[in-house]
């Protein structure tokens, strides 16, 4: 079903589902010898949600290799690049507050080691933040330092909400949007920046990934990825979650609005984190798609 403007959803349907998506690669990523990542709640979470076809391929029921889950297979390695970038983005940015756009079953709250006194906020859909509030608790986690949850769809005023949870514009902030931007209307995506710039004093910094042609190419990768999650009896279509239209592109928006941005392409970022960048022989066009996004940087200035 295409999408609507107050559309919800949890963590097995709609946008949610991809959450669960991501975790799933993040938890088979954390696995393995010298692994990029660790993330320990990933799997606990993948299988609170319980989607049959995510839980079979934690369980190896279901292989990641070509013909079979190849798209999934290739998204592990980019997730765990992906991660690892943000990681290691909150962890250089030791700003006073951490806000997690999205956050889905990002546990990044209770896994990183955060500088003391820092308070993270998470945004989200209520179902989501919920469930992975609750799931985290009854696995015994506890956030490695203050994590106030904000319940707000980012298409309504979040900005007002992130406030009434305590959030100071007047201090230095690391902001926080992965695996988000495709999902929002164009202007809504441009609202967002907007409103991240109006809350970010000097000196605060945000981390996005940005595909320059999301229509066509993510288009063409969404497709196989839904094709694969059909064969396995999920039933969801990736290209029905996004937005289509044109879009302004973030780095220059970004710097019309008083930030100094750094842009590096996603094969330069797995040569930065010493990982081959995927041959993408078994997902055809696909691989265009991943290979042109850009892991964004900003300072504000
Ligand atoms: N950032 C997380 C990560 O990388 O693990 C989750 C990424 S997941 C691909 C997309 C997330 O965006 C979901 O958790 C979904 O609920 C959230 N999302 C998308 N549109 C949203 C909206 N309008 N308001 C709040 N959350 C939204």
């Known amino acids: 079903m295409a999408r609507s403007d107050a559309d919800s959803w949890d963590l097995a349907s709609s946008v949610g589902a991809t959450a669960t998506m991501v975790a ?19 799997e606990p979470l993948v299988r609170a949600v319980g989607v049959d076809y995510f839980v079979k391929l934690l369980d190896g029921q279901i292989t990641l290799e070509p013909g079979n889950s190849a798209m999934l297979a290739v998204m592990t390695d980019v997730m765990a690049v992906r991660t690892r970038f943000f990681d290691d983005f909150f962890l250089a940015a030791r700003s006073p507050q951490a806000v997690i756009l999205a956050s889905g079953l990002d546990a990044r709250a209770y896994r990183l080691s955060w500088p003391s006194g820092t308070v993270v906020y998470e945004i989200d859909q209520p179902e989501v933040i919920e469930f992975k509030t609750r799931t985290l608790a009854g696995l015994g986690a506890t956030p490695a330092t ?33 695996g988000l931007l ?23 910094r945000l981390a996005t990934e940005y595909h320059p042609d999301a229509g066509a190419r993510i288009g063409a990768s969404s497709a196989r990825m839904s094709q694969e999650w059909r064969r396995h009896g999920l039933e969801l279509d990736m290209a029905d979650l996004f937005y289509e239209g044109e879009r302004n592109p973030v780095v220059e928006y970004l710097q019309a609005r008083g930030w100094d941005v750094d842009a590096r392409s996603r094969p330069d970022m797995f040569a930065h984190y010493g990982r081959p960048f995927p041959t993408g022989e078994e997902v055809g066009e696909s691989i265009e798609a991943l290979r042109q996004s850009l892991a964004v940087t900003a300072v504000k200035k």
């Open 24 to 42: 799933t690669a993040r938890a088979v990523a954390s696995r393995g010898p010298q692994p990029l990542i660790d993330d320990p709640y990933a």
């Open 182 to 204: 495709i999902y929002l209307p164009p202007d809504a995506q441009d609202r967002l920046f907007d409103n991240i710039t109006a809350l970010s004093a000097p000196g605060s």
């Open 146 to 178: 203050e994590l106030r949850t904000v319940a707000v769809d980012l298409r309504d005023d979040w900005p007002a909400a992130l406030r009434e949870h305590g959030f100071d514009p007047g201090l230095p902030t690391a902001w926080i949007a992965e």
